[in-house]
């Protein structure tokens, strides 16, 4: 008796593992397939990183002040070398992506804060009554761009980018002239001061890496070369009766920031 059941218990148990091996056979595999991230769309985000620019100067006189003073380069006006002004940005960007295979084009738009600032000064030799010296002082407040974007995914959720157009920002550079500068021209023998700010234009170009994290958000690292042209005052010389001279200062400026944007 004994000998029957465990022949039958065996008997079964072998019926159930052909079934079930059988069943398992026909039923189809499940797979946990990975979630593809679609860079097309509107997105918005803040970034903030440095910047440090580069403001260099030049000076010319007019015929009045060159007939005072003598013409330049012999004159004695000196100039500070090349001004780095250099700080903090931060801002916001808004945009657009289209992705086509393994393409991304869009459009960026961005506004940011600038803490860009610096001051120095050349001492010259003797003239009129004391030692002449030329304080330069440049800043960047803030600046934007309005530029194209093109990249490559090299995996689905990394960007590659290149991206380039226009940049605009408020540069203020203050140029003053003076034998007595501790006096900041309220008396005086020989001085001169002007001041020029406003919205400089110029272009930009640069580039950079986007990553796409789970779901909408996205991290990115970014270099920018910016160039805002140049900008020109012509201040009088208040001892030389008809005399002017002209300071021109071009900014240019590298930033380099880091961002977060979410996609909607």
């Known amino acids: 008796m004994r000998q029957i059941i465990v022949t039958w218990f065996s008997a079964t148990a072998l019926s159930i593992a052909c079934v079930s091996g059988a069943l398992a056979a026909d039923m189809p595999v499940k797979t946990v397939a990975t979630p593809v991230y679609n860079w097309t769309g509107w997105y918005a985000g803040v970034n903030a990183g440095y910047g440090s620019g580069r403001a260099a100067t030049s000076l010319a006189t007019n015929d009045a002040e060159a007939a005072f003073v003598g013409p330049l380069p012999f004159a004695p006006n ?19 992506n289209y ?22 000064a050349a001492t010259g030799p003797f003239t009129i009554g004391g030692n002449l010296t030329t304080t330069i002082e440049s800043k960047l407040d803030w600046f934007g761009t309005f530029r194209a974007r093109l990249g ?18 408020g540069v203020r550079t203050t140029t003053t002239a003076s034998n007595l500068a501790p006096l900041n021209c309220v008396t005086f023998i020989y001085c001169g001061t002007g001041s020029t700010s406003g919205v400089s234009t110029g272009w930009t170009a ?37 005399g002017a001279l002209t300071a021109s200062t071009s900014f240019k400026a590298q930033i380099v920031r880091g961002g977060v944007n979410y996609r909607f």
Not at 79 to 95: A, E, K, R, S, Y
Not at 152 to 169: D, K, Q
Not at 210 to 237: I, N
């Open 152 to 169: 490559i995914l090299p995996t689905n959720n990394l960007l590659i980018y290149g991206t380039g157009g226009l940049a605009y920002g």
């Open 78 to 96: 000196p100039l500070p070398g090349t001004l780095h002004p250099n700080g903090f940005i931060g801002g916001g960007q808004i945009g657009y």
């Open 99 to 120: 992705q086509f295979g393994n393409l991304v084009a869009g459009l960026e738009t961005d506004l940011s804060y600038a803490g860009l600032r610096k001051t120095d």
């Open 206 to 242: 640069g580039g950079g890496l986007e990553y796409a994290l789970a779901h909408q958000w996205t991290v990115k690292a970014e270099y920018l070369y910016l160039d805002l042209g140049s900008r020109s005052v012509t201040f009088p010389d208040l001892d030389v009766p008809g």
